[in-house]
């Protein structure tokens, strides 16, 4: 029965489908394809099994807060229904209607944020956003003359995915190691990175090396504009909740017998911007600074999805 949310869920663990958006995006499509082919007849079973899908799905990646909004989204209004079919219909409509919302923002982040790139501007990128990457790519579909400096992000090296993404558009791209940020952002005019959450107080957490770059871009004078749907905003921030900070495997880093064994290895997955050093978030909603997200996350969440 669960076979469909066990598999992306798999998949979304072993960093098979990554990025905070199309993670989002297949979850839902999980769901979705739960409830379509959902082969029981009793609604309260229904209701268990789909908080059941919904919570494999979630154990996947706890820091994406995209994931949690996105599968949370699918099962909105589903307990109002009386009937099973009228659920399982609740259910497939919210997963279409999430993804075509989500794919939409993108759409009109990159409109949007491309007006904040110059012809002639040398760009600097990190890990492989797609939000960040469809500003890029529509100012280079403007004309704008564009250079673009994207990271290699070890360890699974995401930035080989965005300088081939960019090339593939005729985008004059450059690959850097993570370590040579401080270093290339002296040539950089603007910086785009994408979210994977952002709290109610601005904060940023993203792939880890984003905060070396707002640090760097924040030495250097240069714009640092972050790129980012509203569903990536944590609405279980607005209560107290700590945003987790994942780790992952070891083996990433270092092959069995390549250090001595009482060598210990750090791994996270991501890291934490402070507002201070984002000079914008560029929603579909338009751009907001850091300091105005709550006001925003009032507006869309409310207390609706404070719930567990």
């Known amino acids: 029965m669960f076979d469909v949310v066990k598999v992306t869920a798999s998949e979304i663990e072993s960093m098979q489908i990554r990025g905070a958006g199309k993670i989002a995006r297949a979850a839902a499509t999980a769901m979705g394809e739960f409830a379509k082919k959902y082969p029981g007849s009793s609604l309260d079973d229904f209701r268990k099994d789909v908080h059941t899908a919904r919570n494999i799905l979630l154990d996947s990646r706890p820091t994406a807060v ?68 469809g500003v890029i790519k529509e100012a280079h579909r403007q004309g704008k003359g564009i250079k673009v400096y994207a990271t290699e992000s070890r360890p699974w090296r995401q930035g080989l995915l965005t300088v081939n993404e960019l090339a593939k558009e005729g985008i004059d791209v450059t690959l850097i190691i993570d370590s040579a940020v401080r270093m290339v952002m002296e040539k950089v005019d603007v910086v785009f990175v994408g979210a994977d959450t952002v709290t109610s107080n601005g904060v940023v957490i993203n792939k880890v090396g984003t905060s070396q770059l707002a640090h760097a871009a924040d030495e250097a004078r240069v714009a640092f504009n972050v790129c980012t749907e509203t569903y990536k905003f944590s609405p279980m921030t607005m209560s107290g909740d700590l945003v987790p900070i994942e780790e992952r495997d070891h083996s990433e880093i270092a092959k069995p017998g390549e250090i001595h064994p009482d060598v210990k290895i750090y791994n996270p997955v991501f890291d934490v911007t402070p507002p201070k050093y984002i000079d914008v978030l560029i929603t579909e909603v338009g751009v907001l600074s850091p300091g105005s997200v709550y006001e925003v996350m009032i507006r869309q969440f409310g207390n609706e999805m404070l719930e567990d």
């Open 66 to 133: 995209s994931l949690r909004n996105g599968v949370y989204a699918c099962t909105k209004n589903m307990d109002t229904m009386k009937t099973l079919e009228e659920a399982k219909d609740v259910v497939l409509d919210n997963s279409d209607a999430f993804i075509k919302s989500s794919l939409k923002a993108i759409e009109t982040i990159a409109k949007t944020g491309a007006k904040r790139v110059s012809d002639g501007d040398v760009i600097m990128t990190h890990c492989n956003s797609s939000a960040a990457l």
